[in-house]
């Protein structure tokens, strides 16, 4: 059993053994006549055997105050980690949704969708600068999930750039005076039709990205909640 030396009754009672053994020795002393010479020979060998186990002791104690220290610090970095993510996932989403969430949701099932979005080329900078330590996260669905939501998110990018490329050819049409699908020309129908039925993957993508980004909020926010209860035990 571990003795919690932070309580004062421990150390009241191992003062107490302490001058109970003292007590023992002087009555053993009395009881056999030593002289002291004898004596300083007991007392030298019962300070060596304490000295051993005090060392035994301050080496085990060390060790466990510098494991404790390690583990909160590693909790702590992956705490700084899915509150990162977390933080991130939450600039995304309302991102998207102010951007883009209105125009797609907005528009009906077998049409193209009638914007353009400007996308930046590194989209998520939290996720890009941990990805290297997704693996210390020891919760193997949590890594899943945040690889699995971040990899839709790319894939909903790249559907939203064929868009963007789709979108403008059709305007342009539209610009020169093109008659969309009623248009003669087979160039002309083809993008429109093309457009059209990009939509519906520019709709499920959306709509696939919000239900990953929403769970994966709700996880991180669960974990962390976890974590931060086991660091108030730690450091308690």
């Not at 104690?61 to 510098?66: A, N, T």
């Not at 009623?182 to 039709?193: G, L």
Request: charged letters at 25%.
């Amino acid at each position: 059993m571990k003795i919690d030396w932070k309580d004062k009754t421990n150390w009241v009672g191992a003062v107490f053994v302490i001058f109970f053994f003292l007590f023992l020795l002087n009555r053993i002393g009395n009881y056999f006549d030593l002289d002291k010479s004898t004596w300083a020979g007991w007392v030298q060998a019962i300070g060596s055997i304490v000295a051993i186990f005090a060392a035994i002791y301050i080496s085990q104690y060390q060790h466990q105050s510098d494991r404790k220290r390690d583990v909160i610090a590693e909790k702590n970095q992956l705490l700084r980690l899915m509150q990162s993510l977390k933080d991130e996932l939450d600039v995304v989403k309302t991102s998207f949704a102010l951007s883009a969430g209105d125009n797609i949701k907005s528009t009906p099932d077998g049409e193209g969708v009638p914007f353009y979005m400007e996308l930046s080329d590194r989209p998520f900078m939290v996720y890009s600068s941990y990805v290297t330590q997704i693996g210390i996260i020891p919760d193997s669905e949590l890594r899943r999930d945040i690889i699995a939501t971040y990899t839709r998110f790319n894939i909903f990018i790249l559907t939203l750039k064929i868009n963007n490329g789709m979108f403008n050819r059709v305007d342009g049409w539209l610009r020169d005076g093109a008659l969309m699908e009623k248009s003669e020309n087979p160039i002309v129908q083809k993008d429109f039709r093309d457009w059209k039925a990009h939509g519906n993957a520019v709709r499920q993508g959306y709509s696939a990205c919000v239900d990953a980004c929403d769970g994966l909020i709700e996880y991180l926010k669960k974990s962390i909640t976890d974590l931060q209860n086991e660091l108030k035990i730690d450091k308690g």
